[in-house]
């Protein structure tokens, strides 16, 4: 599709589904159940991360969780809480410093 052209998808994913190139699109839940297929995972083991409540509800009814994305910080610190890992991106100067717990370490770190 000319829209990633300019992109190498294969290098930043494991699998790419394309609504344009598969005939799906979502919220519809067989895209997401194509995309589980094409990784060789479970629903219930795959997570969906989205900007728009309702592609995470499409996710929901094909079994997968989902996190809803509204910045970085939230995303990765969602992410690690639920994957028990660090997140790879720290909160912003401002959040960090919102949540102090004591001096030197910060409540995301736990």
């Known amino acids: 599709m000319a829209a990633y052209d300019d992109v190498d998808i294969a290098a930043l994913v494991d699998v790419a589904v394309v609504s344009a190139e598969v005939g ?10 194509l995309a589980c297929a094409r990784l060789k995972v479970e ?6 991360i989205d900007d728009l409540p309702h592609n995470i509800d499409g996710a929901r009814r094909a079994g997968i969780d989902g996190i809803l994305h ?3 910080s939230t995303t990765a610190e969602e992410l690690a809480v639920r994957f028990g890992v660090f997140p790879l991106l720290p909160p912003s100067p ?9 001096p030197g370490t910060r409540a995301w770190l736990h």
């Open 43 to 48: 629903p219930g083991e795959a997570v969906m």
């Open 24 to 33: 799906l699109r979502k919220p519809d839940r067989k895209i997401y159940e």
């Open 70 to 72: 509204g910045n970085v």
């Open 94 to 102: 401002a959040e960090a410093n919102a949540c102090w717990r004591s």
